[in-house]
Structures are given as structure tokens and as C-alpha cells.
């Protein structure tokens, strides 16, 4: 089974560069959300969504950018990397409500030059 | 503000004997808490859970305890092996707000040693 899966896994860039990193899953979850892991601070929320076309900001969402056009998908978006944005990034899904563990992606490891 | 906290970075144990990790929160809205493990280049993948109705959980070798007046919750492994060792996070949410929202702790690295 696929689970959740999150490409690409390892991604050099340089400051001011943009890119996306891809989130999809495959057990019809409603919930989705985008953490990042930095020495030290745990996973700390970025963005979330409760279902198709609904998004909001958890802890960190300065400059990210996020869309939910289908149940399947969620990418997060950088418009202009930093080299604070130098990270660890999860994606997680659940079946719905806050009651309901989240499955995990296996992360996408990015570097901001 | 740090909601939830793991103020153990570290911890070793014998194979055998117990590991006891600890987590304490802050927001007395949350009300359901969850512990997830993570070896490296992995993602967490979940452990074990408990709502502030109850104050044990218990999956096997793992058990969980909360002392809601403490705002404490702890995670038992007996006995501990040499392949739970790996980085530990606790996380808290609020049902209330039914948003799926996860506040984790900064975690804490288990090393067993045989």
C-alpha cells in the first residue's frame, strides 16, 4: 500500500528559488497537514486541511503556500526559499476529526543555499 | 510558546528493563494525546494514544499514563528491546476544535542497548 507519498525525497536550492513539494495519499483521507522537523523544535505545523478546497495555518505558515483542489493531493509551496526554510518536511493525512492518528510521509529533506 | 514538551533529549536503557518517557503540556484544552515513533530518514508512524476520559492506555509492551491535573503524560515500554530505538515524540489536540491539528513535542531519542 502506498500510504502517503511525498516527492521529491532530497532537493538542493538556491535563495529566491520556488518550488513545490508534492503530497498525495491514497486512503481517501479528509485530513491533511505539512510539518517541518528542525533540530531540536520537533515537528511544527505548517498547514493543514480539513477537505477539498479547505486550508489553514498552524504554527509556522510564513512563507509557504498551500491548495487543496482534490481529496487526493496537497502540495506545498515555497514562492522564494530561504535559507531559514532549510528543513525536514512531512506530510500526514488521517481519516478526519482530531481523535485520529495521522500517517506519515517518509519526508522531504531540503536544502536552502 | 512551546505547547508540549519532552525535556529529556535523550535517554538509554538495558534490554530488558523499562523506558520511561515523559512529556508535559500546557493548554488545558487539549484532550487527546498521542505518542509516535520515528527511526531516521523515516516519518513518524503512530504508537499509541489516549484521551483525557481515561489515565492508562496500555498496547502490548507500551503503556501510556496521564495525570490531567499534572498536565503529564508518560509512555512505558517494558521490556524494552534493542529496535525501539529510535526518536520519540508525544503530541496533544483538542477534539474540540475538529480540526486534526497535532502540537508535538521536541522528542526524545531512545537508544536500548543489548
Known amino acids: 500500500n502506498a500510504g502517503v507519498t511525498q516527492t521529491p525525497k532530497f532537493q538542493v536550492l538556491k535563495t529566491g528559488q520556488s518550488m513545490t513539494l508534492q503530497c498525495a495519499q491514497d486512503m481517501n483521507h479528509e485530513y491533511m497537514s505539512w510539518y517541518r522537523q528542525d533540530p531540536g523544535m520537533g515537528l511544527r505545523l505548517i498547514h493543514y486541511s480539513v477537505g477539498a478546497g479547505i486550508t489553514d495555518q498552524g504554527e509556522v505558515p510564513n512563507g509557504y503556500n498551500v491548495s487543496r483542489s482534490t481529496t487526493e493531493d496537497f502540495p506545498l509551496r515555497l514562492l522564494s526559499a530561504a535559507p531559514s526554510q532549510t528543513s525536514v518536511y512531512f506530510c500526514?493525512?488521517?481519516?478526519?476529526?482530531?481523535?485520529?492518528?495521522?500517517?506519515f510521509g517518509d519526508g522531504t529533506r531540503l536544502s536552502i543555499l | 510558546d512551546q505547547q508540549v514538551k519532552q525535556n529529556s533529549p535523550s535517554l538509554s536503557v538495558q534490554e530488558g528493563r523499562i523506558s520511561i518517557l515523559n512529556c508535559d503540556y500546557t493548554n488545558s484544552m487539549f484532550d487527546y494525546f498521542l505518542w509516535y515513533k520515528k527511526y531516521p530518514a523515516e516519518g513518524p508512524t503512530f504508537l499509541i494514544s489516549?484521551?483525557?476520559?481515561?489515565d492508562k492506555n496500555e498496547d502490548g509492551r507500551f503503556t501510556v499514563f496521564l495525570n490531567k491535573s499534572a498536565k503529564h503524560l508518560s509512555l512505558h515500554i517494558v521490556p524494552s528491546q534493542p529496535g525501539d530505538s529510535a526518536v520519540y515524540f508525544c503530541a496533544a489536540s483538542a477534539r474540540s476544535s475538529n480540526t486534526g491539528k497535532l502540537i508535538f513535542g521536541q522528542g526524545t531519542t531512545l537508544q536500548v542497548k543489548p
Open positions: 500526514a493525512s488521517s481519516v478526519g476529526g482530531s481523535n485520529q492518528p495521522q500517517h
Open positions: 489516549i484521551s483525557s476520559i481515561k
